[in-house]
């Protein structure tokens, strides 16, 4: 069983109120990765790096066990580069810089040994190239897919082509509210569902995130963290734990797609407690499972008796 | 069993992007009793309006099996007036204008049949006020607290002193953040733990509420609704039926904290879907038990497996 993700690798340049480095290993298939590695043996990348990427970068992700054979280097090229300052709080960011670099001309070629990909994980692409690499999966078992308001904005149409051929949307709110053009998330979830994805998954920060699929929605809380030193990769983390969850379940049912949430969100709540994705590197299975299960403790409502009216 | 409510009886002027509306029923006590009366018959509530109050809300709260005793009647004053409008996604509001009036000189005396009052439920009012009715009753099971940014900036000092006779603080997140001067949730609620209250409650909006009691965390998710009508008196309606399940229960364990909070939320739930306190005049038990019971759908993280490693 496989996870496929395409995406970027990237140097982020971050500061934090407690902390400030340049220049580290980032991007969503980095942190997508590195989370899901711990749930699946068979994580490959597709992705690209400028001759400025370090062997030492390069040597993480393949210590990690994750398949580069799909990451191209592009010798002449620089690598893409982010940098953000966060507020106080946390909660917000603002992007100081991008330079897209190497990913200006990126056209994806999934190499053959990638082609019976079982789950595929698109990253915040141009649509147009989210489509170029499914034409290229032979026949991918559950297709997830991310994008953000630079391509609802921009690319709509496009947008709207790629939406019929994925199975589970992961956005935040303010992407579900942009995209369905509906202040009311519920309201949303119904619209973009229309467009094509069966499952619709809300990330909502530090209020965790909603799950619409079938007729149900679950609301899955997010850990309660004393210390968050870094959010940077927190949403493409929580990917890569769902990911790894739904490609070791082999399911995507209901109960299936919630216990993903779970190990999503667990992942997620790792590693913004540590700088860049250095909390990804030292993780342990019994670390996993004990915080998973701190989840069900945190949500668990006891049983109601009958109602007695006043 | 009872319940005691002391607070504000209000005209509301609403304005939301749907309706608006002025000179209805509000006011914290309004809200909290008209929930609150769902689970218990002895519902008590101490306030005070002016002559300008009208015979027709007197009688929707008489109906609903409140009891006024306690309401003051200043035939020479008029009565409490706020006034807001919502914006477009119904998270935000603007208080457009607040008319303290009979408020201003407002020294609640608790009538003698009230003395032996269970669960006295402080409204978000001046912390001296709220030391002096506690200070009138004898022996409370059960002590539950609001404030706002309002004391918190002006009356920070007498605020700490009435925390220490408080059990259960409730609070918005943004209070918890100024209360505590601490961006992080669960650090400020370790500190304004530490200030008297055993159990806190945050009420964050559409994000469900925490609760820290004991050495746990509970995250409550808030009800998806497709319509929101109007979001006035969502906090004192929750506040309503927490104390409601409470008394009801009589109990303060955590497993019944955490019940009530459903309780609490599945009030706030209907209170929202109509303009005003319209939706609260005509549920039944029915009702309530179902949707109480949907939040457990919601919120059900089915059982983790032993986690398998990559």
Chains 1, 2 share one sequence.
């Not at 969503?28 to 370090?54: E, H, K, Q």
């Not at 946390?90 to 053959?112: G, H, K």
């Not at 190239?129 to 709509?156: G, K, S």
């Not at 992407?175 to 309201?187: F, T």
Request: net charge negative; hydrophobic share 40%.
């Amino acid at each position: 069983m496989s996870i496929l993700a395409v995406g970027t690798v990237a140097f982020d340049s971050i500061e934090t109120p407690f902390e400030s480095a340049e220049r580290v290993l980032g991007g969503s298939a980095s942190y997508l990765t590195l989370a899901a590695r711990y749930f699946c043996d068979d994580v490959r990348l597709v992705g690209v790096v400028g001759g400025d990427f370090p062997e030492e970068y390069l040597r993480v992700l393949r210590d990690g066990g994750i398949d580069l054979q799909g990451l191209e280097i592009d010798a002449d090229g620089e690598t893409f580069a982010w940098s953000g300052r966060y507020h106080y709080d946390m909660n917000e960011r603002d992007t100081l810089d991008t330079q897209l670099n190497v990913l200006q001309s990126f056209e994806p070629t999934i190499p053959a040994a990638y082609h019976d990909s079982r789950i595929v994980c698109l990253g915040n692409l141009d649509p147009k190239i989210q489509r170029d690499v499914l034409a290229q999966i032979d026949n991918p078992a559950y297709v997830i897919c991310d994008t953000m308001n630079f391509w609802i904005e921009n690319t709509y149409d496009s947008l709207c082509e790629t939406l019929p051929l994925v199975d589970c949307l992961v956005v935040n709110d303010a992407e579900a509210r942009e995209l369905a053009d509906e202040p009311n998330l519920v309201k949303a979830a119904d619209r973009i569902r229309g467009m094509g994805p069966e499952t619709l998954i809300i990330k909502k920060g530090e209020h965790g995130a909603l799950l619409f699929s079938g007729d149900t929605i679950f609301s899955a809380p997010a850990y309660p963290l004393e210390d968050i030193q870094d959010p940077t990769g927190a949403g493409d983390t929580f990917a890569g734990g769902l990911a790894g969850h739904l490609v070791r379940a082999n399911r995507f049912d209901d109960a299936t797609l919630r216990r993903a949430i779970i190990y999503g969100s667990t992942m997620a709540s790792f590693v913004v407690e540590r700088f860049g994705p250095e909390r990804l590197l030292n993780l342990t299975p019994a670390r996993i499972a004990e915080r998973a299960h701190a989840f069900r403790d945190l949500a668990a409502i006891p049983e109601l008796s009958a109602f007695q009216p006043a």
